[in-house]
């Protein structure tokens, strides 16, 4: 592993650090939570993907039994965000769709939880010397989230976060986009579009139920985005369909699309 400054880590890598989490494989977040005080079970939840009940010595985290094991490890990692920063309230009832990588731009105590629990699963010290070298693709992000045990949706927008390229990630619906996510290097006035052109194998994943990753190809510019010029351009996609039946797409500009 390279040199690491502690100093620079955020308080979630820092966490992982002080309990001397140094491999993907060492990462144990119900130890975690079991160092600070807090008891995990999963269990049937109404109303809730997780539940976070404390008297303020001592919590209970809860984790909906039915969810996927990725979903299942977010979940956790938000609700210990919760219990380590918010233990001023006695309890949290965290829906899904406030529980998730994707919504960690608001302002608000469940946004900051989601960046915690993105930390905890994924954390930079890790995640950056593991993605060196690697493209920006759902096979990849498939990879990583098998190496750190996280979702795969999780792992695709810590790479596009982490990538220096200009890359995004986008999900959409049959009625819609539902939510993207772009490198800092991405172009700022251009945007995936918000309804799925049926040329592109995102459209068959929402609207005919195909149920397989496609292989990355290269693709008409404007199939993808809205924006200046997006005719002239080309990008790489790979998509796949979510079990929400959603579909989940990385899109890379060509390095000779700006």
């Not at 929402?206 to 351009?233: C, H, I, Y």
Request: net charge neutral; glycine share 6%; proline share 5%.
């Amino acid at each position: 592993m390279n040199m690491i400054d502690v100093a620079s880590l955020s308080p979630a890598e820092k966490l992982l650090w002080d309990h001397g989490f140094r491999k993907p494989e060492h990462i144990d977040l119900e130890g975690v939570a079991l160092s600070r005080g807090a008891t995990v079970i999963y269990r049937r939840l109404d109303g809730c993907a997780a539940r976070l009940l404390t008297d303020g010595d001592k919590a209970v985290i809860s984790i909906a039994a039915n969810d996927n094991p990725g979903r299942q490890r977010f979940s956790l990692g938000h609700e210990l965000a919760h219990w380590i920063n918010d233990a001023q309230r006695a309890s949290f009832n965290c829906s899904s769709d406030s529980i998730g990588p994707q919504n960690t731009e608001a302002l608000s105590v469940e946004a900051s939880a989601n960046v915690y629990a993105s930390q905890l699963i994924l954390p930079d010290y890790m995640v950056t010397p593991w993605l060196e070298g690697r493209k920006m693709t759902l096979n990849v992000a498939a990879e990583l989230a098998d190496a750190f045990n996280a979702s795969v949706t999780a792992s695709a927008i810590k790479m596009a976060k982490r990538s220096t390229a200009p890359v995004c990630v986008a999900c959409h619906e049959m009625r819609g986009r539902r939510w993207f996510m772009r490198s800092k290097s991405w172009p700022f006035d251009l945007y995936p579009v918000s309804q799925l052109n049926h040329n592109t194998a995102a459209f068959d994943i929402a609207f005919k139920a195909t149920n397989r990753m496609s292989t990355p190809k290269k693709e008409q510019g404007d199939w993808w985005l809205t924006g200046p010029d997006v005719w002239r351009m080309q990008v790489e996609t790979q998509s796949m369909r979510l079990p929400d039946g959603s579909a989940l797409t990385t899109i890379a500009l060509s390095t000779s699309c700006r």
